[in-house]
């Protein structure tokens, strides 16, 4: 009030006022042309203590300051800085300038009572020393206590006694920072010398400088300046101050002041709308006999160790490290938490939902008790509970009427912890946006989703062509086609030695694919005699006997597996045939499905498993429903009891989870949300599942159901690599061998012989018997043997067994334009010895002699 009726004098006068001390920000709004104010505002330090405080994670913060103009002008602005980095400020303790230390003492044993550990101090030494005196006496300055004082006490804690200094052992301070120059420190030493007894606080340092300014402003103004005052015009009804006189040159003076600029003993003086500015505080720490700078905070970069460092200028901090080591009251080093449960503090209230479904979550029986709330929910928060550092007094208290039925529906809940009814909320609370506007949740103890489950029917009617399905058509088409390839590799490998694969070229086809096919049941009964067909038809065999057996394997799942179909698998089927659907009473979910486009007429309540159930089996045809659409915890524990009847199926709508929710700003949501971390990693949540959410032993996992997809050729790839590769180096290293032995043919110097003319004669000796194998010659030799021992002069026919040799239909002869003899012209000798040879063995094959049928004696 004094510092406001001298600015309105100065008003009234147009003479500029001076002030190094009035600090209140309240005084900034009086908006006077004549009023400078040569100090620090006290409300450009709020930000260093928000800063302070979000470096180290408190959530909580009760101001403590006098009861007059000087404390209550900057907890507005304390308050909104506090806010800006999410901490609150549950309670503000206001000390009268002349309470009592029976006062104190009261009022500081009732923040004991409370959770909040940070408070932060506002108010000149005089009241301050007594507020530590006292916090000392009964037990407040120790390890779990965060003090905080403004610079109201720091710019004069030189003058504090040192019995007052050991009361406030680990507090923090905020102070001006005033920088160290040659001029200040020459100014000291002139000072100790005329005032040895005073000491020299930022006050005087101001005090000089803004005399300075002045003086500079009268220079400035003085050589045309006189000074003189006038008398203002005034009525009968004028009040004293109208009677004062209004000076002549007071609005030069105060525009001179204005444009006034120096560097001062207490740093750069400049004056902006008559306010001395101030961007960097110092961080100190009381500790011994006096205090220890931790760092700085400036408007710029934030919390630094030191000023104009490297870092200074590119980024902000908000980090704790940037400050040097604090030694905390208690001489402790450990950073306190910032709140604590106090022992006779109050017991949480923890507010609980009243259901009448799906029990298994949260179930509150009648009549009430802390034992009679159980429940999955529950559990939980007793084991997350178990895994705090200290102990929580805690009592449930239902959210029921008179009858025990829940009064609303979870955002009803919740509301009740903002408006303070309840400490907290513990139940099957899903985190959703609306709600987070009132209320602070812990991380999830459970993933969520909205899901929609629908009926299922088994899919009996077996298709004609079923025994297609157990393989895709591309592995279909690539077995049909590697069947032929292997077949025709056979015959290649085969037709010239082995009388088997001989005959005409329809009988020749039908042997070598018949012979292919039949290695699906391992049926060929003609025998292979080359080494490379061997070869080949063992990699085959070993392929085609898998792909035999998980063909089985496919196809007996396929029709004894039950085939089990959902009815509707998509929303969008449900919107078109407008079909009913469910959700819980209550439920956000109902908000969900009218986003979806389900009408209200669509839409069905259920409050219980049973409930849900009835609808389904009453359909959506007789005012029951088609599908439901329920929370995955709320479902998963459906289809535990119903899993033979229903299935859940896509889409699966996002959602955060349970979770537990406490009022914005508790200090527990940290803890609690650390200790749920804890419980859900371990085996202790595993636990609780298999109490609250037993499977039923009839149910199987849906996770060891066997699969009825068709096969892939992506499975079988390798073996056909295999196979193939086989094949075509058996394929190439026999035509290797059969040209080698062709080459006179195919290098022959005849110029009669086109090219074209060789190519025809290979082939021709392609398509014809080796008479060389190895199979031919045994035959011959046979024969012969059988011959020699015959009687030259029989008259016996043939035996009709003789002719079971034959497999040509005709003999074959060399044609005529056989190539002559490059010099005689007569057929080459190699050639007649040939067709010798032919001609003799198919005789001998047609006219065996009879005594091939002796009888044994």
């Known amino acids: 009030m004094q510092a406001q009726f001298v600015i309105e004098l100065g008003d009234k006068a147009q003479v500029p006022i001076i002030t190094f001390s009035a600090k209140s920000p309240s005084l900034a709004s009086l908006r006077s042309s004549y009023f400078f104010r040569a100090t620090a505002n006290d409300s450009a330090q709020v930000g260093t203590i928000a800063a302070v405080v979000k470096a180290f994670g408190w959530r909580q913060v009760v101001p403590i300051y006098v009861d007059n ?57 005089e009241l301050g020393n007594r507020i530590f005196a006292k916090a000392e006496e009964i037990g407040m300055m120790t390890e779990e206590y965060v003090w905080i004082v403004t610079d109201g006490i720091t710019d004069l804690l030189t003058t504090v006694n040192s019995s007052v200094l050991d009361s406030m052992q680990g507090v923090l301070g905020v102070k001006t920072y005033i920088p160290k120059t040659k001029a200040l420190n020459e100014f ?27 003086a500079m402003a009268v220079e400035e103004i003085g050589k045309t300046a006189n000074f003189d005052f006038k008398k203002s015009n005034f009525s009968g009804n004028s009040t004293n101050l109208d009677l004062l006189e209004v000076s002549l ?3 030069r003076l105060a525009k001179a002041l204005s444009r006034t600029k120096f560097r001062g003993i207490s740093g750069d003086f400049r004056l902006v709308n008559g306010q001395l500015q101030t961007s960097n505080f110092e961080i100190i720490n009381v500790n011994g006999s006096g205090e220890r700078r931790l760092g700085f905070w400036t408007l710029e970069n934030g919390l630094v160790r030191k000023l104009g460092g490297s870092r200074n200028g590119t980024t902000y901090s908000a980090s704790n490290t940037s400050l040097a080591p604090i030694i905390w009251a208690g001489d402790s080093t450990s950073v306190p938490k910032g709140w604590q449960i106090p022992a006779n503090g109050k017991t949480l209230m923890i507010g609980v939902p009243v259901k009448k479904g799906f029990e298994e979550f949260v179930n509150v029986s009648f009549p009430f008790s802390n034992d009679t709330v159980t429940g999955y929910s529950i559990d939980v928060f007793k084991a997350v509970l178990g895994k705090l550092p200290y102990s929580v007094s805690f009592e449930f208290v239902p959210f029921p009427d008179a009858q025990g039925n829940s009064t609303g529906n979870y955002n009803d809940l919740v509301y009740q912890v903002y408006s303070g009814k309840f400490g907290a909320a513990v139940g099957d609370i899903t985190i959703r946006a609306n709600r987070s506007l009132y209320v602070d949740f812990t991380l999830p103890y459970t993933e969520s989703g909205v899901s929609m489950i629908v009926p299922i029917k088994d899919d009996n009617s077996k298709n004609a062509w079923v025994f297609l399905k157990p393989l895709t058509w591309d592995l279909w088409m690539t077995s049909g086609c590697f069947f032929i390839f ?16 001989r005959g005409p070229p329809h009988y020749q086809v039908g042997t070598s694919f018949w012979y292919s096919f039949s290695t699906m049941v391992f049926a060929q009964r003609e025998r292979v005699v080359s080494n490379l067909t061997r070869f080949v038809v063992i990699i085959w065999c070993f392929v085609v006997l898998i792909l035999t057996q998980s063909y089985t394997a496919s196809l007996t799942s ?52 049973e409930d849900l159930y009835i609808l389904f089996e009453h359909g959506s045809i007789n005012g029951g429903i088609a599908a439901a659409f329920d929370e995955n915890p709320y479902m998963k524990l459906f289809l535990a009891n119903y899993c033979d009847k229903f299935v859940m199926v896509e889409p699966t709508f996002k959602a955060d989870g349970f979770a537990f929710a406490f009022p914005m700003g508790s200090p527990l949501v940290p803890d609690i949300s650390r200790a749920i971390l804890t419980v859900t990693e371990g ?16 149910c199987p996992d849906p996770n060891n159901k066997l699969s009825t997809n068709s096969l892939s050729l992506q499975s079988f790839r390798g073996l056909f690599l295999i196979a193939g590769i086989a094949s075509l180096s058996a394929l190439i290293i026999y035509m290797a061998i059969f040209l080698y032995e062709q080459r006179d043919v195919l290098m022959s110097s005849d110029s009669d012989a086109s090219l074209w003319k060789r190519v025809q004669t290979i082939f021709t000796t392609f398509n014809q018997k080796d008479l060389r194998s190895h199979t031919f010659k045994k035959s011959e030799a046979d024969n012969r043997s059988i011959v020699d021992v015959s009687s030259p002069n029989t008259n016996c026919p043939p035996s009709p067994s003789s002719y079971s040799a034959h497999t040509d239909s005709s003999f074959m002869f060399r044609e005529q334009g056989t190539p002559s003899g490059p010099e005689t012209g007569q057929a080459s000798p190699n050639v007649a010895q040939s067709v010798d040879e032919e001609i003799v063995s198919v005789v001998e094959l047609t006219f065996p002699s009879p005594v091939t049928s002796t009888t044994p004696t």
């Open 69 to 125: 103009e000087y404390g209550e002008g900057v907890i507005p602005y304390l308050t909104d800085a506090l806010q800006a980095v999410d901490a609150r400020v549950p309670y503000r303790s206001v000390i009268p300038q002349l309470a009592t230390d029976d006062y104190i003492a009261a009022e500081l044993y009732k923040l004991m009572t409370m959770p909040t550990r940070v408070f932060v101090v506002h108010m000149l030494p």
């Open 188 to 214: 000291t030493v002139r000072w100790k010398k005329s005032s040895p007894s005073i000491p020299l606080v930022v006050y005087g340092l101001w005090a000089y400088d803004a005399v300075s300014s002045l």
């Open 249 to 251: 040159d007071g609005p």
């Open 486 to 501: 292997i077949g025709f590799v056979v015959w290649v490998l085969e037709h010239r030695i082995n009388v088997d694969f």
């Open 558 to 609: 396929l029709l004894t597996v039950q085939q089990l179909q959902p009815t509707v698998t998509d929303v969008n089927q449900l919107l078109k045939n407008r079909e009913k659907v469910g959700y819980p009473e209550g439920s956000f979910v109902e908000g969900l499905l009218k986003q979806l486009g389900f009408e209200e007429s669509q839409l069905k309540v259920y409050n219980s498993p």
């Open 683 to 698: 085996n202790q949540m595993k636990d609780i599942e298999k109490v609250w959410f037993k499977k039923e032993s009839s």
